[in-house]
């Protein structure tokens, strides 16, 4: 079965800026599409950021458009997540998974979702 492992969290004054690594466990994670998901306590997890299996094209929400990069390795079945220009409203823990052709949907048959590595932005 896939793992998914996040890390790369911590604190940051707002402004600053991080870089989020998901590691994929298995040989499939090439053939999917992934994204990074995000979620504060009594909230839903929400939609970050998506990137096709190749690397070719990427997806965000408006709340990070501009400030957050998405990319993959695919050889390292790693997928990264550049935080900059961080606010204290980006504070979640950040979680990857697979996405379908909604890229703003998981797809968690793809994978256990991971313990997720938490952000935390100063004011």
């Known amino acids: 079965q896939v793992q998914l492992v996040e890390s790369g969290g911590g604190l940051v004054q707002a402004g600053g800026s991080l870089r989020l690594s998901c590691a994929a466990s298995?040989?499939?994670?090439?053939?999917?599409?992934m994204g990074w998901f995000r979620q504060t306590p009594g909230k839903e997890r929400e939609f970050v950021a998506a990137?096709?299996?190749?690397?070719?094209?990427?997806f965000y929400a408006d709340s990070v458009k501009g400030r957050f990069t998405i990319s993959r390795d695919n050889a390292k079945n790693t997928m990264y997540l550049q935080l900059n220009s961080l606010k204290p409203e980006d504070t979640a823990v950040y979680y990857c998974?697979?996405?379908?052709?909604?890229?703003?949907?998981?797809?968690?048959?793809?994978?256990?979702w991971g313990q997720g590595t938490q952000v935390t932005v100063s004011s």
């Open positions: 998974n697979a996405v379908g052709s909604d890229y703003d949907i998981p797809f968690p048959d793809f994978a256990p």
């Open positions: 990137i096709s299996w190749s690397g070719g094209s990427t």
């Open positions: 298995g040989r499939t994670f090439s053939m999917y599409a």
